[in-house]
């Protein structure tokens, strides 16, 4: 006799084709071993999902999200590391924890997820329409009211994290911590350019204000989130709208000891390796959607580097922990990165303004009880 799964009705945002979404009743099967399901509270609005929402590429149907915090309801078999009524941070990146990158502790590294597009770790699926299967994003799908996800994914955060800040340590932001922190090494004193002040840019300028003195310039479209990077660490702003960047940046500063390009685009990967001063860095946001960037070989024989980035080589059960530390000791601002707050039906609201760049961080929260 096959055992009998058992599945609760939620509430999902169900994406069928390219641009459009509809918030329906799903069903969602239990946590499998090793899997952890999670009452969502809230979770971040990010590129990476919208990129998804708009591209012929994705399979469809799929319920997207991935940046999301709440708290555990229900642990498979075997899940030993979280129990009923933790606060968590669902991380982004699955691993399978047991390949040659996850086991030398480099899980942003596994190849193992490439392989399981659309669904769990394991292949199958736990969410479900009138018995059609719909498929996970990064194994997570939080833009529902409830997920699975495997445990690897689920970090204990303090209670008084406020899920909304939670979220935002799910992917964007977290990323640009550990650009600065993890990959760059900024040190005190040595000066900083961030390209793009979204999520990860924005985590860019928190972290290169914690750890430098030295200046740090943001480069942005949006006048209101230039203002916002100068009370969380920028020195400088330049609006690319009315200035070269790499001209004015070049000026202020003689060229930086960092730039960090948080968009993923032709332009700003080159702006951000031309604006560096001899023996310079500039670390890539990895997006495996960006096109070919013209490079002035020149630049390297000043001793510069190029670094590539994914989720700023974060260890979710390291640094997330840290971040959120950090956030109740008022040693990172992430409130000021907060700037959109939406419920699920408003979902494409939250996608308009990303398209239009404006604000920096938003999230869909889900009321308690919802
Ligand atoms: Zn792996
Ligand atoms: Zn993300």
Redo the contacts with the bound molecule.
């Keep these: 006799m096959s055992p009998v799964i058992r599945m609760r009705e939620i509430t999902a945002a169900v994406t069928r084709e390219p641009n459009e979404y509809a918030v329906e009743s799903v069903s969602l099967a239990d946590p499998e071993p090793g899997e952890v399901l999670v009452d969502v509270r809230a979770t971040g609005v990010c590129h990476t999902d919208y990129h998804a929402y708009t591209s012929e590429d994705t399979s469809f149907p799929v319920v997207l999200g991935h940046e999301g915090a709440g708290v555990v309801e229900a642990v498979g078999d075997g899940v030993s590391t979280v129990s009923p009524g933790d606060r968590v941070v669902l991380w982004v990146l699955p691993?399978?924890?047991?390949?040659e990158?996850?086991r030398r502790g480099d899980?942003y590294l596994?190849?193992?997820r490439r392989e399981v597009r659309g669904r769990m770790m394991d292949g199958t699926r736990r969410l479900s329409q009138e018995g059609e299967p719909i498929n996970h994003f990064y194994a997570q799908s939080s833009f529902a009211s409830m997920a699975v996800v495997p445990e690897r994914q689920v970090v204990p955060i303090p209670d008084a994290v406020p899920f909304e800040i939670g979220a935002l340590l799910g992917c964007g932001v977290t990323t640009g911590l550990g650009a600065v922190t993890n990959i760059a090494g900024v040190g005190s004193g040595e000066t900083v350019a961030v390209f793009g002040c979204g999520g990860v840019g924005a985590g860019a300028v928190l972290a290169a204000g914690a750890v430098s003195s030295g200046a740090i310039v943001a480069v942005d479209l949006d006048p209101e989130t230039l203002a916002t990077m100068e009370t969380i660490g920028a020195t400088h702003t330049v609006n690319a709208t009315e200035a070269d960047p790499v001209e004015t940046i070049r000026e202020r500063t003689g060229g930086v000891d960092y730039a960090f390009e948080c968009i993923g685009r032709p332009q700003t990967v080159r702006q951000a390796i031309d604006v560096l001063r001899p023996g310079g860095t500039a670390a890539i946001t990895g997006t495996s959607s960006t096109p070919p960037a013209e490079i002035d070989l020149g630049r390297f024989t000043k001793g510069i580097s190029v670094v590539g980035n994914i989720v700023g080589f974060t260890r979710p059960r390291v640094d997330i922990p840290r971040y959120a530390t950090m956030y109740l000791n008022d040693d990172l601002a992430l409130d000021a990165v907060l700037t959109g707050r939406y419920e699920l039906p408003e979902l494409g609201e939250a996608f308009a303004a990303l398209d239009a760049g404006t604000g920096i961080r938003s999230v869909v929260q889900f009321p308690e009880g919802a």
Excluded: H, K, N
């Design positions: 691993s399978c924890g047991d390949c990158f996850c899980p596994c190849q193992a």
